[in-house]
C-alpha cells in the first residue's frame, strides 16, 4: 500500500538514507567547529530542538489523542526518552566526534539484537532460530570491528574511516556501545507503552520532549558562559540540518512500518550503517582500504535483519 504517493520500499530506503545524512551531516557539522570546547553540546542541542518542534507539528496536524493526557499512558515514553534519545543522543554524538559516523552507526545498528536479548531476559519471549542467527553476526561483526580498530596503524590514516578508527582509543568505542545499550532497552519500553497508545506519531513526540528539556537545561547552565553555543552559520546550518534528516528519517521508517511488510521493508531499514559508509567514502572520493571493515558493517546488518525478521 502506497502512502504519500510512495510504495513501502520507496519510504524504507528514505527512512535509511535520512538516518545515514543525519549521521554524516552531524560528524561534518562537528569537524567544522573551531576551538577546543567540544562541539558535541552544541549539536545535540540545535537538531534536538529541530526534530522535537517538528514532530509536535506533525502530530499536531494530524490531531492529538486524547491519551496524550494520561499519565498513565505517556509515561512509558517519558522515561524511554531520558534514555533515549537524551542520554543516548550525547553518547551517540561523542562517538561521532571520537571515532566517526562510519563505526558509531555500525555499531548503534545492534540495537534491535540488544532488544530481543533483554525481551528474552525480561519478559520471557522465546529466541527462533533466525534470530539467534542474526545474534551471533551481530556480535560476530562487533568483534570484527574491535579487531580492526586494533589493527589499523598509520599506514591507513589515508582512508578516511580506518585513519580515524586508528587514532582512537578502543575506550572511545564504549560511547556508541553504551548507546547501543540504551537504544535497545529503551524500544523495548517504548513498544510495551505503545501496546496502549493510539498513535505512534505522538509517542515521538513524547520520547522526543525529555531529551529538549534536558539539554535545554545543559545549555542554559554548562553553554551559555562557555561559548559551547557560540556557533558559526555553517554550523548551526549543519545541525539544524542533521534534525531535519532526523525527522524524515523516523517519519519514512513510521509511514514504511505502517503500510509495508516486515520481510519488505526492515532489510531496507537496516542499510543505514552501509549507506553512511558509502556517503563517507563518496564525500572524499575513496574507497575502503580494508575489506574487514566493510565485512563487519554488512555482518552487523545482515545479523539485525534476521533479528528482526526471525522474531
Known amino acids: 500500500m502506497a502512502v504519500l504517493g510512495l510504495e513501502p520500499w520507496l519510504l524504507a530506503l528514505l527512512a ?4 545515514a545524512c543525519y549521521t554524516v551531516t552531524v560528524e561534518y557539522g562537528m569537524a567544522w567547529t573551531e576551538g577546543e570546547a567540544s562541539p558535541v553540546l552544541g549539536a545535540v542541542f540545535v537538531s534536538t530542538v529541530v526534530v522535537t518542534v517538528a514532530f509536535w507539528g506533525f502530530a499536531a496536524v494530524r490531531g492529538l489523542p486524547s491519551a496524550v493526557t494520561d499519565p498513565e499512558r505517556v509515561w512509558p515514553f517519558v522515561v524511554a526518552g531520558v534514555g533515549y534519545p537524551a542520554v543516548f543522543r550525547f553518547l551517540y554524538y561523542e562517538g561521532i566526534d571520537r571515532v566517526g559516523s562510519s563505526i558509531t552507526a555500525a555499531v548503534l545498528g545492534a540495537y534491535p539484537a540488544v532488544s530481543v536479548l533483554l525481551a528474552v531476559a525480561i519478559l520471557g519471549q522465546a529466541l527462533g532460530l533466525f534470530a539467534a542467527g542474526g545474534v551471533a553476526l551481530v556480535v560476530g561483526g562487533v568483534v570484527l570491528l574491535q579487531v580492526t580498530q586494533g589493527q589499523a596503524d598509520a599506514a591507513d590514516v589515508d582512508d578516511v574511516v580506518t585513519g580515524k ?24 519500553l517504548i513498544d510495551f507503552g505503545l501496546a496502549g497508545f493510539p498513535d505512534p506519531v505522538t509517542a515521538t513526540a513524547v520520547t522526543q520532549t525529555p531529551a529538549l528539556v534536558l539539554f535545554s537545561g545543559w545549555a542554559l547552565v554548562a553553554g551559555a558562559g562557555s561559548g559551547r553555543l557560540s556557533l558559526d552559520r555553517s554550523v548551526l546550518g549543519a545541525f539544524a540540518l542533521a534534525g531535519g534528516f532526523n525527522f524524515i528519517g523516523w517519519l519514512s521508517n513510521f509511514f514504511a512500518l505502517q503500510s509495508g511488510s516486515v520481510v519488505t521493508v526492515v532489510p531496507l531499514l537496516n ?24 565485512a563487519a558493517v554488512g555482518a552487523i546488518v545482515v545479523g539485525v535483519t534476521l533479528v528482526q525478521v526471525g522474531t
Open 16 to 19: 535509511a538514507g535520512g538516518f
Open 165 to 188: 578508527l586508528a587514532a582512537a582509543d578502543t575506550r572511545d568505542l564504549l560511547y556508541p556501545a553504551a548507546a547501543t545499550v540504551l537504544t535497545g532497552g529503551a524500544f523495548v
Open 271 to 294: 542499510t543505514t550503517p552501509l549507506l553512511v559508509l558509502v556517503l563517507t567514502y563518496g564525500a572524499e572520493r575513496q574507497v575502503p582500504r580494508l575489506t574487514r571493515l566493510v
